[in-house]
């Protein structure tokens, strides 16, 4: 495989139920611990935004790859601006980020350029789905503006994936590399699976979206 969009493709295809599950509408309930609410949904967001600026200012921090390093430090100002217009939103003037999920658990024991690079496309296609609950949500709850503001977010993770296609192109030289980095965006889709599946039996749900 020598081709970005094919790539995501596979990924995609080869990752569809959990993917699926990802952008049901129990994902929300899952990232909020049952408790669908303003408040909840926002801190559930602050966590994960900030643990992403997290997560990518440390890849850039040691990036020995000059492209792959101004990728990163450019999510992680995206993720930091997402973080802090949430944190803006929050009731609390204090907020301090409770959870570290565990997708950004896994990104962060990925230390090889190839697999960083496969785990953000991983990453980017889980937020995808996730994004598209919250975006739901303030819909549903009449408040176009955050609905809006968070359609803005999802506009920064398509970015974010060409960004990541064309990473790909620079960093994958041979077959084996296109193969880990395949394997990375699979583990960082089944990092986030695994929690929202413990997130719902830990509170006697049903993973799996009712038909």
């Given at each position: 495989m020598t081709d970005p969009d094919a790539f995501v493709e596979t990924v995609s295809e080869?990752?569809?139920?959990?993917?699926?599950?990802l952008g049901s509408s129990k994902s929300l309930y899952a990232d909020t611990g049952g408790d669908i609410d303003t408040e909840p949904?926002?801190?559930?967001?602050?966590?994960?935004?900030y643990a992403?600026?997290?997560?990518?200012?440390?890849?850039?921090d040691d990036e020995p790859t000059d492209e792959a390093q101004t990728a990163f430090e450019t999510t992680a100002e995206e993720e930091q601006n997402h973080y802090e217009t949430v944190e803006e939103k929050l009731a609390a003037d204090d907020y301090d980020p409770q959870e570290t999920p565990q997708l950004h658990e896994y990104l962060r024991e990925c230390d090889d350029t190839v697999e960083r690079v496969g785990a953000l496309v991983g990453r980017?296609?889980?937020?995808q789905?996730?994004?598209?609950?919250?975006?739901?949500y303030f819909v549903g709850d009449a408040d176009p503006q955050t609905a809006s503001l968070f359609r803005e977010f999802g506009d920064d993770l398509d970015e974010q994936l060409e960004r990541a296609k064309?990473?790909?192109?620079t960093v994958c030289e041979a077959d084996d590399d296109w193969d880990r980095a395949e394997e990375a965006a699979a583990g960082a889709i089944e990092a986030a699976y695994d929690e929202y599946v413990e997130s719902l039996e830990a509170m006697g749900a049903n993973p799996k979206p009712v038909c």
């Amino acid at each position: 495989m020598t081709d970005p969009d094919a790539f995501v493709e596979t990924v995609s295809e080869d990752n569809q139920t959990a993917l699926s599950r990802l952008g049901s509408s129990k994902s929300l309930y899952a990232d909020t611990g049952g408790d669908i609410d303003t408040e909840p949904v926002l801190e559930a967001t602050a966590d994960a935004e900030y643990a992403a600026w997290q997560t990518f200012q440390g890849w850039a921090d040691d990036e020995p790859t000059d492209e792959a390093q101004t990728a990163f430090e450019t999510t992680a100002e995206e993720e930091q601006n997402h973080y802090e217009t949430v944190e803006e939103k929050l009731a609390a003037d204090d907020y301090d980020p409770q959870e570290t999920p565990q997708l950004h658990e896994y990104l962060r024991e990925c230390d090889d350029t190839v697999e960083r690079v496969g785990a953000l496309v991983g990453r980017i296609l889980a937020s995808q789905r996730s994004k598209n609950q919250v975006v739901g949500y303030f819909v549903g709850d009449a408040d176009p503006q955050t609905a809006s503001l968070f359609r803005e977010f999802g506009d920064d993770l398509d970015e974010q994936l060409e960004r990541a296609k064309s990473l790909l192109e620079t960093v994958c030289e041979a077959d084996d590399d296109w193969d880990r980095a395949e394997e990375a965006a699979a583990g960082a889709i089944e990092a986030a699976y695994d929690e929202y599946v413990e997130s719902l039996e830990a509170m006697g749900a049903n993973p799996k979206p009712v038909c």
